[in-house]
């Protein structure tokens, strides 16, 4: 319990309402919890204020990376539990971090996730795992594509439970977060020399294979067929985006050509 003591959880929002209950729900241990909201229109913030210890502060959103830079100038505690507001925390993570040792050349800690669908937990999903809890002082965060990523210096672990990815927001705002994030991933992926690709992106750069081996990938690979229709659900939403980003990618290469053969 003493290093629970030590930690504050920090959440960006933007019209979470049918997520962060959950997500709070499993945060009442801290004494304080940040979050930064890009001014939501929903019952957002309505909600967080029904928990007490929660602190919120408005900011335009500019990126992933500044709103979580911004978040951390606002924590004194000396260790930072990062968290969208669409995870949450299972009881056996949670024990596990009120365990954990004291180690002064330890700076961070890995997650794994498990990919939910209408609330089941999948068996496998794409999403790696992630630095979550960390030392305030020795995290900066960058942008990385639409994602982004926190970089802590020194030692690092991986915890061994999970969290759950659980989003419950409808299937229009889906779409909508997704035609932003494929805009800024069909940048990525045009503007980064290739050697300098993941991957799992110089696949996508090829445009016609990747939509078949993401859905070969969820289904078998990670045993996706064996949730029945959850597992599909989640494997055909996979597929969608890799197809628009398939189209976005031909859609910007050919704008660029044309605007290319315009200017000679």
């Not at 304080?32 to 890009?38: E, L, M, N, W």
């Not at 929903?42 to 990376?65: G, H, M, W």
């Not at 992630?130 to 915890?159: M, Q």
């Amino acid at each position: 319990m003493y290093f629970l003591e030590k930690i504050t959880p920090l959440i960006l929002t933007y019209n979470e309402a049918p997520n962060i209950s959950r997500t709070l729900q499993c945060l009442t241990w801290a004494k304080q919890i940040v979050v930064i909201d890009s001014y939501s229109t929903d019952e957002t913030l309505n909600i967080c204020y029904s928990y007490p210890q929660v602190q919120v502060f408005q900011r335009k959103f500019d990126s992933f990376a500044g709103q979580c830079n911004y978040g951390l100038e606002k924590i004194v505690s000396e260790w930072v539990l990062s968290l969208d507001a669409d995870y949450v925390l299972t009881n056996e993570l949670i024990n596990e971090i009120k365990t954990l040792p004291e180690e002064a050349d330890l700076n961070s800690y890995s997650a794994k996730f498990k990919y939910c669908v209408f609330g089941k937990p999948l068996r496998g999903t794409l999403l790696p795992p992630r630095k979550v809890l960390y030392r305030r002082e020795k995290a900066t965060y960058k942008d990385d594509g639409h994602a982004h990523r926190v970089l802590v210096e020194g030692k690092s672990r991986i915890l061994l439970a999970y969290i759950h990815h659980d989003d419950r927001k409808s299937l229009s705002r889906w779409f909508w977060a997704q035609d932003r994030y494929i805009a800024i991933e069909t940048k990525k992926i045009l503007e980064t020399p290739v050697s300098e690709l993941s991957l799992s992106d110089r696949i996508r750069k090829q445009k016609i294979f990747a939509p078949f081996i993401i859905l070969i990938y969820c289904l078998i690979l990670k045993g996706g067929i064996l949730d029945g229709w959850h597992g599909c659900y989640y494997a055909f939403q996979r597929v969608l985006v890799e197809i628009l980003l398939s189209i976005r990618l031909i859609e910007s290469e050919k704008l660029q050509y044309t605007d290319s053969s315009t200017k000679q």
